[in-house]
């Protein structure tokens, strides 16, 4: 059993090893640890060291390590590896990590590898697909049943196929063509007399996904019927591959952090310690996009100059409007594009979702109206500003409501991410509509300001 370390203590003591120059000791060292813990301390070495070490690691104990690192992180890993003492290697891992590891590589050098590699013909199947479909991240199909073998039989060819119990999630059973047309459980199979046949005891409605399909799709699935493993089909509904649960975990944390990045306007290539001119092409360009609507929002102040001019306190109060608003579509619209990420709404059925924001944004416009209503004309006396205030923060809440529900459906619809854009557009019309209708008011009621 291996037992949880700390990070920075192992990281500590192998660097105290290769200040003394002891590679092999390094070596045993990382050798001891569970892969995991190797990977991430394997990953943050300079590059003439990962060589040395990875050069003193026998091929399964390396399969290991790079099958739980970053396929981006592998490739820098094997960069300068001999192509032979890499096919070694690549040929103890998983298919689908390795086409995920190759597709980093340059395609010569991927070639070289699937040419020198013994299961090259598994993997190159597995590369023909984009990284973020199922065919993308699906690993070779397992061995399937006929529908015309006996129970006894399916067990003899269990027997004969699965050399890992840790391979059998579910039994799927194809027809002569290879296309799925079922699936067998375990349980059903050891509860079935001997003498039955496969076709009386499988379950025909099988849960199955297109190789096309895009990865977030496939963690939906997974999620909402509570699956270990996925069968991948094609047009044809021939079996091409599967994909197990764990297969799923990467996607979900890719999908998760390039979402928070999308919300926020930043690649989701960025890290906090990329170099500065990376950095500055992944944030200026949306720094220069929200330029442009504050622009926009401060030419909509620029019309009421006179109005501001006469009462000078509404500035005090513009930004508690506009602020209210933003973030109050915000919250609508983190909400809708999550739903849609996760499949619980999709664009045909936004009104209900635009029906229950529409109702949240009454209810707070009321209450945050009447408060900051009573909290102006106290403040300053006027109860006519109490009014307009009140009225404004009302108003900007509904619209909140309305753009943080039809901005993301309408992206969507319209085939653009819903969590790279939506914020620019919410904010802006929370702004130019609080300004607008907060000092329009203000201008109405003019007279009875000053």
Known sequence: MVDPINIEDALQHIETLLAANDLDSAAEFLRSLHPADSAEIL?????????????????????EVLGQ???DDAAEVVQHMDVSALADVLDEMEPDVVADLLGELEPEAAHQLLQEMDEGEVVAPLMAYPEDSAGGIMNVAPPCLRRHMTVAEAFQFIKEHYQDANEIFYLYVLDRYGRLIGVVNLRALILAEPEQTIEEIMDRDVISVRVDADQEEVAQLLARYDLLALPVVDAEDK?????????????????????IYRLAQVSEHAEIFSPITQ???NRLPWLYINLGTAILASSVVSLFEETIAQVALLATFMPIVAGQGGNAGNQSMTIVVR???????DVDSAWKALRHELMLGLIHGVLLGVTIGLIAWFWKGNPWLGVIIGLAMLANLIIAAIVGVLVPTTLKRLKVDPALASSVFVTTATDVMGFAIFLGLATYFLNWLR
């Open 43 to 63: 990953s943050t070495l300079e590059p003439d060291i990962q060589s040395a070490l990875v050069a003193r690691l026998q091929p399964t104990e390396l399969a």
């Open 239 to 259: 079996l091409v591959g599967i994909i197990t649960v764990d297969d799923v975990v990467d996607v979900l944390e890719e999908e998760a952090t390039e979402d």
């Open 279 to 281: 950095a500055i092409r």
């Open 69 to 71: 690192m970053d396929e």
């Open 339 to 345: 739903s849609l990420a996760l499949g619980e709404i």
